[in-house]
């Protein structure tokens, strides 16, 4: 007998890949809290809350998938893959994308502002990037209500007990529809962000390289520019992994797609969430360099209100001394 037809050993693989992928997504998350704590603005903390609720879909996310599988055993005989697989996919395709989308887009924004101002594409390149942040977290809060309005939508139709598969209840279903075709557009729109921060990145780059004449000059360019050119590499390859969106689209329209292409796309997005935390470490040099930053920037936050408080005293006692003479 085949490994793969022992009773149960196709569930409790996907549950441990599944679990794989919740700590994989956490960690990404608190990495992207790590890298919003570094600058202090509106758009950081809209990005700190976005991270937050990231994990805590994911949290609900988990319990609903993992108790679906087994009422679903006991309700169905065998329509259980084809249900259980497509929950567990579009939760783990969703948060991939957000908690690790949003490091990077965060990071390509200060690079997009002197690049729009020394070439002039816009006018007010400081307002236009708020107003690009402020769509982005629209755009992402959107998706992400559609995930947990989603998951539940998915819980209720394994839970019934009949042979329909999820992309039939898809296909009958009017809500459904409505919610697809919004993550649809906005996974789209965030794909498209995505293509045109890494093009222009790019040509930065390479400027920067043209204006360097001198080969210590270079070789400091290449040094500075290490980090940017690893961030290139993560973002091209998410939109590599963007092709899952793509097949799994095509699949639940009914068109014949190899279950090959649909597994290597996975693939794809499973090794992009695995990827960032990895090359985020090798840029930062270890974990613990990042928590030793955390603590400094926590003991700087410290100091900052004492020295305030000091020069606010040193105030008062200039006013008392003026008021004296």
Avoid at 32 to 54: D, E, F, P, Q
Avoid at 95 to 102: D, E, G, K, T
Wanted: aromatic share 14%; net charge positive; glycine share 4%.
């Amino acid at each position: 007998m085949n490994v793969t037809e022992v009773p149960g050993f196709q569930k409790g693989l996907f549950v441990f890949f599944w679990l794989i992928s919740i700590g994989l997504n956490t960690l990404c998350s608190a990495l992207l809290m790590i890298a919003v704590h570094k600058r202090k603005s509106w758009a950081n903390i809209l990005l700190l809350s976005i991270a937050l609720t990231g994990i805590a879909a994911v949290l609900l996310g988990m319990p609903l998938s993992i108790v679906s599988l087994f009422i679903n055993d006991l309700l169905i005989d065998e329509g259980a893959l084809c249900q259980y697989q497509v929950i567990v996919f579009n939760w783990y395709i969703l948060m991939s994308f957000f908690l690790v989308v949003f490091i990077s887009i965060d990071q390509y924004l200060a690079v997009l502002y002197p690049f729009m101002y020394n070439t002039k594409i816009l006018r007010h390149p400081k307002r236009s990037l708020k107003i690009i942040r402020i769509l982005l977290f629209f755009v992402t809060s959107g998706t992400l209500s559609y995930s947990i309005i989603g998951s539940f939508l998915s819980t209720i139709a394994v839970m019934t007990p009949s042979n329909i598969c999820y992309y039939d209840f898809l296909a009958v279903d009017t809500p459904s529809k409505i919610f697809f075709i919004v993550n649809t557009i906005a996974m789209g729109l965030m794909i498209l962000v995505i293509l045109t921060c890494t093009i222009l990145l790019a040509i930065k780059m390479y400027r920067m390289f043209l204006k360097a004449e001198d080969p210590k000059d270079t070789f400091q360019v290449q040094k500075a520019n290490f980090g940017h050119f690893l961030l290139v590499i993560i973002i091209v390859f998410m939109a590599a992994a963007s092709l899952f969106l793509v097949v799994h689209i095509l699949y639940v329209a009914g068109y014949s797609v190899s279950v090959y292409l649909h597994y290597l796309s996975l693939c794809l997005v499973l090794s992009n969430s695995l990827l960032f935390p990895l090359i985020f470490i090798l840029i930062r040099a270890s974990v613990r360099q990042i928590l030793k930053e955390i603590w400094k920037k926590l003991l700087y936050c410290r100091e900052d209100k004492e020295t305030t408080g000091k020069r606010q005293d040193k105030a008062v006692q200039l006013k008392q001394l003026k008021k004296s003479y």
